[in-house]
């Protein structure tokens, strides 16, 4: 039997504000071994909420490093969906 528990990694979410004292950079997030869905953790009070997991929606790439020098554009469908949603209410301009 080996004990687990160390394999859970924590990461801090960066710019992530607490709902509950409202501190920032105090979230971690973390997937609890045996399940699917990650944990949002702050280590400043203790609060913690389970996150929701689609099958389908793949893992937001703000949670991955930087990598090489190019940051302009961000890359990843999450970002472009936003993009598309924010233009998604604005009238046709079609006149006819
Ligand atoms: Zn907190």
């Keep these: 039997m080996v004990s687990w528990?160390?394999?859970?990694?924590?990461?801090?979410?960066?710019?992530?504000?607490?709902?509950?004292?409202?501190?920032?950079?105090?979230?971690?997030?973390?997937?609890?071994?045996?399940s699917q869905a990650p944990v949002r953790e702050c280590v400043a009070c203790g609060f913690s909420e389970q996150l929701k997991v689609e099958v389908n929606v793949a893992v937001p790439t703000r949670v991955e490093p930087v990598v090489g020098g190019k940051a302009s554009e961000p890359k990843g469908p999450a970002a472009a969906t936003e993009q598309v949603i924010k233009f998604m209410p604005l009238p046709g301009r079609k006149k006819t």
């Design 5 to 34: 528990g160390s394999k859970v990694r924590k990461r801090f979410i960066a710019g992530a504000v607490c709902p509950r004292c409202g501190e920032m950079d105090r979230m971690v997030s973390y997937t609890p071994e045996g």
